[in-house]
Every structure is written in C-alpha cells, then in structure tokens.
C-alpha cells in the first residue's frame, strides 16, 4: 500500500513549520500568539471558571517575554563595560588585555595614544590589536591589571564601577 505524501506548510518568516515557530525565534508566530490570547482572553473574562483557566497560560508567556528583554538588559550592561583580562602565556608570563574601548570614545579618543601611555606608565610593551569582536583592544606585557584599572580610572575618568577584571590564568 503506497503512501500518499504529506503537504506540509511552512511559515514564510522562519522557515519552519508552523507548529515549530516558537522554538525558532519567530516574531510573527508570537505575534499571532498574543493577538489569538488577547481575544481569548476578551471572551474569557465574562466566565469564571474559564477566565482561571486561561490566567496560567497567559501568566508563563508574560513571564517568558519579561525573561528576554531582562536578559538583553544584562548583555548590554555587560557590553558597555571595559573588561580587563589577564591570561596567562608559556606559564610564567602574563598579558593584561583591555577590552571595551569603543564605550568610552569620549573619554579615551585615540587608541593607539592610550596604549603608549600604559606602556611608559608599566614600562612594558604595550599594543593595539584587533579583538574577536574585530574591536580595538589594548594588550600589556606583564600582570598589570588591578593597576591598569586605576589608572584608565584616574586618568581617563572612566566610572570604576564599569570596569570588570577577569582572571583567566593558570
């Protein structure tokens, strides 16, 4: 017995079939979502029993899109930040990388400029390279990183509250 293909229907957003757009990020899936709730809910409101039931369901996706944008929020702060890092090399060295500079064009406006002054300031080798971001970072010879941080504070004016240090030695 032969089988008869299956037409299945495919959203034109997200590529995906329609019962799988929430799991892919699809906006218009949400959207219909919450307008098909909103109406729900509109003739829930009148019935008891029906409103309660459609009090839960409503709640998780509330919480669900409350979720998202906090999470945005916390990405943000953390990208608007100057992280220091310290990473260790052949085990004996150490280089201070700063990262973040783009945030503060106001305060540190020429790169390669702050990079001389730390390196005089540490009496290191100090240089501008291009991060993973394809970002401007600043990378010090030797551990420098609690007095890096005062530094670009001091001299830049830079909130110290922005700057993270990261410690991925050893």
Do not use: W
Request: net charge positive.
């Amino acid at each position: 017995m032969p089988l008869e293909p299956v037409e299945v229907a495919y959203c034109s957003a997200c590529s995906c079939p329609p019962e799988y757009c929430e799991y892919a990020g699809c906006k218009r899936a949400k959207l219909e979502e919450q307008m098909a709730k909103a109406s729900v809910g509109d003739g829930g409101d009148g019935a008891g029993s029906g409103g309660g039931a459609d009090g839960a369901p409503a709640a998780a996706p509330a919480e669900e899109q409350g979720g998202k944008p906090a999470s945005d929020k916390k990405k943000k702060a953390k990208a608007k930040g100057l992280t220091i890092t310290r990473t260790s090399r052949n085990k004996k060295k150490t280089i201070t990388n700063v990262a973040g500079l783009e945030h503060f064009a106001d305060a540190i406006k020429d790169v390669k400029e702050a990079s001389k002054m730390l390196g005089k300031k540490f009496a290191c080798g100090a240089s501008v390279t291009k991060g993973a971001t394809g970002k401007d970072e600043i990378d010090i010879q030797g551990d420098f990183s609690h007095e890096v941080a005062a530094f670009i504070a001091e001299k830049f004016g830079v909130d110290p509250e922005m700057i993270k240090l990261v410690d991925k030695g050893k």
